[in-house]
């Protein structure tokens, strides 16, 4: 019998999955998770064959547990289902142990047949992704400055990008204002700027907020 987890803070996402997926994978269980700790408590004590995984999750972002379940249960197929762009984030989670990297504008027949795959030992990647991949594959370019910054920088980096304010980052991201103004200052010394200004500049410059 198939078990699949669903990894999101919003419940009505999590529901309308359930219930197009029930359809494509019948008698399947479905488990709903929606902080970052409830998602590791669910693997921890009960055994899915699939978890499928928003980025932006209370408590901690699935970019940060995502490393955390693959420790538990290395074996484990992680689809990670993100409203971020693929070409932003796709690779690093690829890096970090995803199975498969989609955006929630997917079609529910990519999602089930990015399921079908991960679940039969695969690795799903879109054919925009894997072209990009392919093409970085046959380049050898110096490193872009946002690089060099860890999945939460980025995360951060991304909604100053889109003119957020600290506060309205650490709501979005669920961190406090005091972290975010900390990630913002790791964040202007690596790319060696001194303003938001900038960062937004080269955001806009490299499609890090579109």
Known sequence: MLRVLIADDHAILRRGLIEILAHEFKGAVWGEAATAEG?????????????ILDLNMPGRSGVDILADLKRLRPKLPVLVLSTYPEEQFGKRM???????????????????KAMRKVLAGGRYVSAALAEKLAWELGQ??????HESLSNRELEVLRMLAFGKTVTQTAEELHLSQTTVSTYRTRILEKMKMSSSVELMNYALRHHLAD
């Open 39 to 51: 998602t590791l408590a669910e693997v921890r004590n009960h055994d899915w064959d699939l978890v």
């Open 94 to 112: 690829l890096q970090t142990g995803a199975s498969g990297y989609l955006t929630k504008s997917t079609t529910p027949e990519e999602l089930v």
């Open 140 to 145: 050898n370019p110096e490193q872009l400055l």
